[in-house]
């Protein structure tokens, strides 16, 4: 039963585009949703955050959209630039320290 | 910076070997979590640790235990590994309701 669900496990951009990365969620008690890059061989990094009582947190290139009602999360990055190659994943909470992580989608992005 | 530290970056045991796997943070967190990643799955939580002496089980805790003697430290142990167990292990830190956790690098462990 997967709570966290990203569809698309890969997603190629050229340099300079928009990037859009999606994520759906069955819980509708997720009061705070993350997501998290990763390169290979290292850990996941925080990248932004937003709570359930807001519907869109920006940080610089990144902005990060939350449609509760369809249980739908999804991160912007643009311009998306070669170093935003990684694999990103949700990871959405219920009012507690634990966070349920989605499949990953690979972004690649491409001069 | 928040620094979490794995011992290993790679490891490789044999199968009904007893593995431990170490994990420091130097910030001072309450929260410490282990999770393993493997393709296709995505993170999946096998222990964490509100404070110390205290542990919780998450989603997949068998074949697992756990270790946390200090604040700063917290071992995720294979009490007999068996080759199913050969994974990414991702230790984490956090601190607060509604804040970040921090990773370490992982230890790519393989089991033989």
């Known amino acids: 039963d997967q709570q966290v669900k990203q569809n698309s496990p890969s997603l190629s951009v050229q340099e300079g585009r928009i990037s859009i990365l999606n994520c759906d969620y069955t819980n509708s008690m997720f009061d705070y949703f993350l997501w998290y890059k990763k390169y290979p061989a290292e850990g996941p990094t925080f990248l932004i955050s937003i709570s359930s009582i807001k519907d869109k947190n920006e940080d610089g290139r990144f902005t990060v959209f939350l449609n509760k009602s369809a249980k739908h999360l999804s991160l912007h990055i643009v311009p998306s630039q070669p170093g935003d190659s990684a694999v990103y994943f949700c990871a959405p909470s219920e009012n507690t320290d634990k966070l349920i992580f989605g499949t990953g989608t690979r972004l690649q992005v491409f001069p | 910076d928040v620094k979490v530290t794995q011992s290993s970056r790679y490891l490789v045991k044999r199968t009904g070997e007893k593995v431990f796997l170490e994990c420091v943070q130097d910030m001072d967190h309450e929260n410490m979590f282990w999770y393993r990643q493997d393709p296709g799955l995505g993170l999946r939580l096998i222990y964490f640790?509100?404070?110390?002496?205290?542990?919780e089980k998450g989603d997949i805790p068998e074949g697992y235990s756990v270790s946390r003697e200090k604040k700063e430290r917290f071992s995720l142990i294979l009490e007999s590994a068996s080759t199913n167990q050969t994974s990414m292990y991702l230790c984490?830190?956090?601190?607060?309701?509604?804040?970040?956790?921090?990773f370490g690098d992982g230890t790519r462990l393989s089991i033989l």
């Open positions: 640790s509100y404070d110390v002496k205290m542990k």
């Open positions: 984490a830190s956090k601190t607060g309701k509604m804040k970040p956790q921090h």
